[in-house]
């Protein structure tokens, strides 16, 4: 005996877990670049070599659980947020872990060196943008409990100031950005050209995950408009 | 009339199996769904579920089930029509449990979602309109039960949103929802009693008031109602005092001591909905037996107003019963595992929104979807942006499994109307 005619049935699997984990997959993925980044300067390929794989296998999983995420997410759902606001969350995502696995792929295909100078000024910044990729992490790790609420009252004040938060740490990034790229600048005439125009594009990179992140915290306060 | 005397017994007893295994489907298949809410949303262990369905489903159809029962039992067919023909309404109501029967046992085992209502209400038009005549259907009370098929659940939809909102307000949007939780829950644990007592009262000790000589106002009746409902709130009390908060529960979700709170709410509402299903759906299983029974006592006179043997209600529940402990404990499973989405604040809106409209419905006389319902109500709740996610596509697969549901029914009803007849010779 089969059991479809029940009320069961008419309960999808809530989108809110799935994207969740997702989130914690790309956090996991993105917090190993630093090591990456530390392994490089220390001129230990080979360490750096296993961060990468590493980061690669993150990559994977995320993804995988990005398009388990969209079998799910049939367009006859109901929810109580947006479908499209949802798949765009998950696409941003997603962009972190990817952007992450490039930037790496990037420097240790190249076995970029990057000058001791700009050493301390390279890690603040990967430091900042990760914080930031925390930070949007924060801000979807509250959607079960504006979910409880029917996001409605304090919470969405509370998710509001995390995202007020995750703004401002975004511009932090942007201004050190900008400092490592003066000194880069400043430096470039005794560098290799190709080599240099490959560590403004990591720059570049870098700078993309932190708004990436943002674009994740914009979505969310997209989710809280009624 | 000879007829009778002659096969009166047989007939009872042909019924009386017919109408068993028609309650034993619905303890085995629909309780569950009534409960599965509860069980999904861990509130209650099925063992807990499986003893409160036994207890208020019983209660229900024993105190509050008469007005339905009356319904599918005399106010769908025209009885000035079988006046002199009193035979076709015993066949047809025979064929109406048999067809009504098959036709959930086919749904069953091929999964379609189908009500025990509509089968029971196609079948009865069914022989009645294409196998007596069509004037045979009194069409009127047939557009109010059809009507009333369309406004439960959109009524219980309202009063979940409602209630979901309510909770929203005084609880969940405060500063501490668990202080509040415990404040304000005993509110609708209130209400809860009040709405089991006040249809006990009106409905079904009517008849009991009457031999005793005694009568009681409406006003009478919601004051004792009151005082239930006080009696429920001041025990609901006392069980919420037993919870206390787990801080380490908090870590992950900030609500997880609230949702406890809730669940011990969800064990009054949860009584409630088995309740509300036992006083509506045991009748489609029972009405057509007390109209065999009663045309069968009287020898053929439809007019005489018989009132119904309790023997037939008691066992309607006895029914519900069995098919619950044989078989409705493995569903009641098999749907909790399922429902994982709703947590206790909404699951107690949507089953006490629903319970309050098929109460009311019963309190009536109308026959009416306890899933259906129940859909609606969780549909309201998921309005107030409650719940994650509702498939609309399996939503609307159960709406509208009652148009093909009537048909079938009615067409079932029809062939073993005429076989029946044949086989009594007649």
């Not at chain 1, 300067?41 to 794989?53: C, I, P």
């Not at chain 1, 009252?153 to 511009?171: M, N, T």
């Not at chain 2, 989405?341 to 089953?351: D, I, K, V, Y």
Request: glycine share 10%; with cysteine.
């Amino acid at each position: 005996m089969t059991l479809s005619n029940s009320i069961s049935s008419i309960f999808g699997v809530s989108p809110i877990k799935p994207i969740q984990n997702h989130m914690a997959e790309v956090i996991k993925c993105v917090s190993k670049l630093e090591d990456f980044l530390n392994a490089t300067f220390a001129d230990d390929w080979v360490t750096a070599a296993e961060v990468f794989d590493q980061i690669s296998a993150d990559e994977q999983s995320a993804d995988k659980l990005k398009k388990q995420f969209r079998m799910h997410m049939p367009k006859s759902l109901f929810m109580p947020v947006s479908r499209g606001d949802l798949l765009s969350i998950i696409t941003q995502q997603d962009n972190i872990a990817n952007l992450t696995k490039d930037i790496c792929g990037i420097i240790l295909g190249r076995q970029m060196a990057i000058p001791k100078a700009l050493h301390a000024d390279f890690i603040g910044f990967v430091g900042s943008s990760t914080v930031t990729c925390e930070k949007a992490h924060g801000a979807i790790n509250e959607l079960d409990e504006l979910l409880e609420t029917g996001f409605a009252g304090s919470e969405v004040k509370f998710v509001q100031k995390l995202i007020r938060e995750l703004a401002a740490q975004e511009q932090k990034v942007d201004k050190k950005e900008l400092k490592l790229r003066k000194k880069l600048f400043n430096l470039e005439a005794d560098l290799p050209p190709v080599n240099v125009i490959f560590m403004y594009n990591i720059i570049d990179q870098i700078g993309a995950l932190a708004d990436t992140a943002e674009m994740i915290g914009n979505q969310v306060e997209l989710l809280l408009a009624k | 009339m000879e007829f009778f005397t002659e096969y009166g017994t047989i007939l009872i007893l042909l019924a009386a199996c017919c109408g068993f295994f028609m309650a034993w489907g619905v303890g085995a298949n629909d309780v569950a769904n009534a409960m599965g809410t509860s069980v999904g949303s861990k509130a209650l262990t099925i063992k807990q579920a499986i003893m409160i369905a036994m207890v208020f489903e019983f209660a229900g159809a024993y105190l509050a089930g008469g007005e339905v029962t009356s319904t599918i039992r005399k106010g769908i067919v025209d009885s000035a029509i079988f006046q002199d023909r009193p035979e076709d309404l015993v066949f047809g109501m025979l064929s109406a449990l048999l067809a009504a029967g098959s036709w959930l046992a086919i749904a069953s085992f091929k999964g379609w979602p189908v009500s025990t209502t509509h089968s029971i209400v196609g079948a009865i038009v069914g022989f009645a309109a294409v196998g007596v005549s069509p004037d045979a259907v009194n069409w009127g009370k047939v557009g109010t039960i059809v009507m009333s098929w369309l406004v439960s659940p959109i009524m219980a939809g309202t009063l979940s949103f409602l209630l979901f909102r309510s909770v929203q307000h005084l609880i969940l949007l405060q500063e501490d929802p668990f202080e509040k939780a415990k404040r304000y829950i005993p509110i609708y644990m209130f209400f809860v009693g009040f709405l089991i007592a006040m249809v006990t009262l009106l409905k079904g000790l009517k008849h009991v008031f009457k031999d005793n000589g005694m009568t009681l106002t409406f006003l009478d009746s919601a004051m004792i109602a009151s005082v239930v409902g006080v009696l429920v709130a001041i025990l609901g009390s006392y069980l919420l005092t037993r919870v206390k908060r787990d801080l380490s529960l908090e870590a992950n979700n900030r609500f997880a001591n609230v949702e406890r709170v809730f669940a011990v709410l969800m064990i009054f509402t949860a009584c409630s909905m088995a309740f509300a299903h036992g006083s509506n759906d045991v009748a489609n299983a029972v009405g057509p037996l007390a109209a065999v029974v009663s045309i069968v006592a009287s020898g053929g006179d439809i007019t005489a107003n018989t009132s119904m043997p309790p023997w037939i209600l008691l066992l309607g529940g006895g029914g519900i019963v069995v098919g619950l402990a044989t078989y409705g404990y493995k569903v009641m499973g098999t749907i909790g595992r399922k429902i994982t989405e709703l947590t206790p604040s909404r699951g107690f809106a949507a089953e006490l929104g629903a319970a309050a409209t098929v109460v009311i419905a019963s309190g009536t006389g109308l026959p009416i979807s306890t899933t259906h319902t129940l859909v609606g109500a969780v549909l309201g709740v998921g309005l107030a942006r409650g719940i994650g996610a509702i498939d609309l596509r399996m939503v609307g697969s159960i709406f509208l499994s009652w148009l093909v549901t009537l048909p079938a029914g009615a067409g079932l009803s029809i062939m073993f109307f005429f076989m029946f007849k044949a086989s009594f010779g007649l």
